[in-house]
Structures are given as C-alpha cells and as structure tokens.
C-alpha cells in the first residue's frame, strides 16, 4: 500500500473513531436522562429505531436536546465516514457523495473510498464541532 493510501485509510479510522466517541457519550446521556425522567425517553424511540443512531437522535430530540445545525452536520459526516471505512458501505458512499460533493477528488468514472478527501485540519474542525456540542450539553 502506497504512502497516501496509508494515509487516507488512517485518517479515515480518525474520522470513524470520533464518531463511535460521540455515538458512546450520546447513549450514556440517554442513560442519565431516561432514569432521570424514570424511562419514558427510551419508550419514546420505535423498537426498530433502538439501538441505531437514528434512534438516538429521536431520543436526545425526544429529551429536548435535538443534535442539529453544524453540529448535526459533522456528526451526518463522521457516520457516513464510519460506515464507508468500516463496512465498505456503497449506500454510504453515494449518500457521502450527494451530500458533500466537495469531500471528493474530481473526475474518475467511479466511485470509490479513494476519492474521498480526508485532512487532519477537517478531522481536527470536526472534532471541535463535537467539543464545543458537549461544552455546551446541559447536564442530564
């Protein structure tokens, strides 16, 4: 494997390791918050939705504490990223490359993981955005 490959696939892993962080806080404030409001945020999430990020998403928004905005942003990024790097993920892929084209190298017939660029200052920008989300997170 080439330099830059190494690289981008090490840099990809940086991206999906940030996005389990996140993923992992999220479902230990849940935790806090559902025991807290004596269950009924969990009850609130389908039974099909309940352990899938998604699912997660209508909970904190459930509890009051929607993940939108740039933070909602990064985060669709970081998952899409996580699933391209660890599952191959084509439906990943192509929704990465509708919804950030400007995450990809131009030209090339087709679609691939090699396409996507990756930087340490878009890994380091992403990570502030989920700082900054739980500097600002209320105590649940």
Do not use: C
Request: proline share 4%.
């Amino acid at each position: 494997m080439e330099a830059a490959h190494l690289k981008a696939h090490i840099l990809g892993l940086a991206f999906s390791g940030l996005f389990h962080i996140f993923e992992r806080q999220v479902i230990m404030v849940l935790e806090r918050l559902d025991f807290r409001r004596r269950g009924d945020v969990w009850t609130s999430v389908p039974e099909k939705k309940k352990h899938t990020f998604s699912g997660y998403k209508e909970a904190l928004e459930y509890g009051g504490y929607p993940i939108s905005g740039d933070v909602g942003t990064t985060v669709d990024l970081l998952r899409l990223i996580a699933n391209i790097m660890k599952h191959g993920s084509a439906s990943s892929l192509q929704s990465l490359h509708k919804k950030f084209p400007e995450m990809f190298w131009p030209g090339g017939a087709t679609l691939s993981i090699d396409m996507i660029r990756l930087t340490p200052e878009l890994l380091l920008e992403s990570a502030n955005v989920v700082a900054k989300y739980w500097w600002e997170f209320p105590h649940a």
